[in-house]
């Protein structure tokens, strides 16, 4: 069912059309995968979650300064690679589309390992949630035509993992993200670490799994590690002028957000 959020064995399912008020006032979301209610809760204002849905939030549109503008404002500019032009004004020496996903969710599921049902013309098929995903900003979505998202699947072995999601932005009421980071952390005996997951958004195309970060399991988080993640996550976010706010400055503000979470959830 694509409005209900459903206990299914080994796991827990949410409909595309569930809102994300709904997820983020669910108590299983909250207790089990904390930074998807999180997450969902920080989108936009209370108006917008009120309608806006966990299938509209993964497959929001990717942004970018020089395509959301008005239709004169862009044929002043001789449009872009997005929409009907020849030059990526971002990146105008390349052809490849820079435009930022900006989704909330997105990055908050990756970090459960999420899988997402697709249906179609040809039928349903599940998939892991990242390969919902192609880094190109112009196309960003591997659906085929006729396909849609039905339901998110989130497996029970890593539900009550703690995690947590913050975004920076202009504006904290309304405006879209210019960085965010999820992070999952699983602390085990002596508080080493026995599993850990970081995923970013608004700062690449298509939302972002950090690789890596191997060498913090079974150890602990000090000073040394908390800096490593943060390197790590500067490394591998990749901000254009995408935005009003400057490339150099948003891959700082990503790293900060992973260190300060990470340091949060180890202590």
């Known amino acids: 069912n694509m409005n209900n959020i459903t206990e299914v064995d080994g796991g827990l399912e949410i409909g595309a059309n569930v809102t994300l008020r709904n997820v983020q006032k669910n108590q299983i979301i909250q207790q089990n995968y904390p930074c998807i209610a999180e997450a969902a809760g920080s989108v936009a204002g ?3 979650q009120q309608y806006g849905t966990v299938g509209g939030n993964l497959c929001l549109d990717t942004r970018c300064l020089f ?36 989704g909330d969710l997105a990055p908050s599921m990756l970090v ?4 997402i049902n697709v249906v179609g013309p040809s039928g349903s098929r599940r998939i892991p949630l990242l390969e919902l995903y192609r880094d190109d900003g112009m196309a960003h979505l591997t659906l085929g035509p006729g ?28 405006d879209f993200p210019l960085a965010g980071v999820a992070i999952r952390l699983r602390k085990g005996k002596g508080n ?47 901000p254009m002028r995408t935005t009003t706010v400057a490339p150099w400055y948003r891959r700082r503000v990503v790293g900060a957000i992973a260190r300060r979470l990470a340091a949060e959830l180890s202590a």
């Open 46 to 48: 209370p108006t917008h």
């Open 67 to 102: 395509y959301n503008q008005s239709e004169w404002w862009r044929q002043s500019n001789d449009y872009c690679l997005k929409e009907r032009g020849d030059t990526c004004h971002v990146a105008p020496s390349g052809k490849r589309c820079f435009a930022a996903f900006s």
């Open 112 to 115: 459960y390992e999420a899988e």
């Open 147 to 174: 396909e849609l998202v039905e339901r998110v699947y989130l497996p029970m072995a890593l539900a009550g993992d703690p995690s947590r999601y913050e975004k920076a932005r202009i504006r904290g009421s309304i």
């Open 192 to 238: 080493a670490v026995e599993d850990v997951s970081i995923a970013l958004t608004a700062v690449n195309p298509c939302p972002k799994i950090i690789s890596g970060l191997q060498d913090l399991i079974d150890g602990n988080i000090g000073e040394d590690q908390l800096d490593f993640i943060r390197d790590t996550v500067r490394k591998q976010s990749k």
